[in-house]
């Protein structure tokens, strides 16, 4: 959908909570959660505007497989967020490798169950509490989140929003903060990307690797290797990878070797286990390796006991003592524990707004999935089918 149909219906949006709320003034507002959460309220919270239709949320009600993620649907409500919140209506949604890992109970940073997914999405203001002043209804908003984007309707801290470029889409901007903040951070904070550098991007064709793979044709002279399977390699070389590794079918140590006997300077891992090791054993002098990331631990829709006991086992590790005669560093990276730094992760999206203004940087979308087909979208990511970004919507099945 163009940025300008989308303007358009904004329109729409705000006029449909408007009127909900000339027709119900006594609602009680969504329950936000803790800090960095946006949880639905339960379905006695408010009185229903008779002309809304229930609001549809997608809830994790156990840990397991596919299953386990059930759209449920609640009252609709007068939006009345509180002091310092907005309330949204969702037109998109971004799945993360996270998200994988949270459906099997090896994610960290959830609050107890049930509870509706979604660190990150976009949609348009229809309300706005006392204090927000930045913020007013109509305003087309992404908004990075601890959990609970996964429903159409949502309140959140008004600090954890950002407006959206004109020209943006609602899909553009669910795709683009988890990936492309992780991208950056791990690239220029940590990896202190510059000129001439060489970098290793593991699972390049996801959503982080397509990021990576752009910021890294924003600096001169950037040799890239990135490892995705045979029939993703063309996608890759279009943009930007040097020098794509079938996993599959080669020892991707071996192949760097040979192009670069060096190794390389940055390496991107998200994937832990033995791969540490080697990215570590890969690095040049004065190279960088930045974990981000757990993805050994994924085998299957359900969590398998003896991929994490090979992981963990074979899980790098190093001392001070050890680095020292190396010059390597290795730096560990995870966005989930920087929802306080508001300034730091602000001042990354502004960065990265200016290079979407500039042309330089937009999201990768593989697929868009309603949300009654949540299951397929978690499956296209978990057996890596995809190229860039998977994403979910409130709103009708798009043409992947």
């Not at 009600?61 to 386990?68: C, I, Q, S």
């Not at 600090?159 to 795709?175: D, I, W």
């Not at 990021?211 to 996608?235: D, I, P, Y």
């Not at 978690?378 to 089918?385: A, F, G, L, R, T």
Request: charged fraction near 20%; aromatic fraction near 6%.
């Amino acid at each position: 959908m163009s940025a300008e149909r989308e303007v358009a219906e904004v329109a729409t949006a705000v006029a449909v909570a408007e009127a909900g709320a000339a027709e119900d003034a006594s609602s009680q507002p969504p329950d936000a959660g803790a800090a960095g959460d946006a949880q639905p309220p339960s379905a006695s919270e408010g009185a229903a505007a008779p002309s809304q239709p229930p609001l549809r949320c997608l809830v994790l009600t156990g840990f397991g497989g596919y299953d386990k993620v059930k759209l449920q649907s609640r009252p609709a409500a007068t939006p009345v967020p509180g002091p310092g919140q907005l309330t949204l209506r969702v037109r998109a949604c971004g799945l993360n490798f996270a998200d994988l890992m949270a459906r099997q109970g090896l994610y960290d940073r959830l609050p107890p169950l049930p509870l509706t997914p979604g660190m990150e999405g976009a949609g348009v203001v229809i309300a706005v509490g006392e204090g927000v002043d930045d913020r007013k209804v109509g305003d087309r908003v992404m908004v990075l989140i601890r959990s609970g984007m996964w429903q159409e309707e949502v309140t959140v801290p008004s600090a954890q929003t950002f407006l959206m470029p004109e020209a943006m889409t609602f899909e553009e901007a669910a795709a683009l903060l988890v990936n492309y903040i992780t991208a950056y951070m791990v690239l220029f904070d940590f990896g202190n990307l510059r000129p001439g550098h060489s970098v290793l991007v593991h699972m390049a064709a996801g959503g982080v690797g397509m990021a990576a793979l752009q910021l890294c044709r924003t600096v001169a002279n950037v040799t890239v290797f990135g490892t995705a399977s045979a029939s993703k390699h063309e996608v890759l070389k279009e943009n930007g990878v040097t020098h794509p590794i079938d996993y599959h079918t080669t020892d991707y140590v071996d192949e760097i070797k040979k192009i670069s006997p060096k190794g390389v300077d940055i390496v991107m891992d998200p994937l832990g286990g033995s791969d540490t090791a080697k990215g570590y054993n890969l690095l040049k002098p004065m190279g960088k390796l930045i974990t981000y990331g757990m993805a050994n631990l994924l085998t299957g829709p359900k969590r398998n006991l003896v991929a994490l006991a090979r992981t963990w086992w074979n899980q790098f590790s190093v001392t001070a003592l050890q680095l020292l005669p190396t010059n390597r560093a290795v730096c560990g990276f995870h966005l989930g524990y920087l929802d306080g730094e508001v300034e730091l992760v602000s001042g990354v999206v502004a960065r990265l707004l200016a290079l979407y203004n500039q042309g330089h940087i937009k999201p990768h979308i593989d697929s868009v999935w309603p949300f009654e087909k949540v299951a397929d979208a978690m499956k296209q990511m978990q057996e890596k089918k995809n190229v860039g970004k998977v994403l979910l919507v409130p709103g009708p099945e798009k043409e992947n």
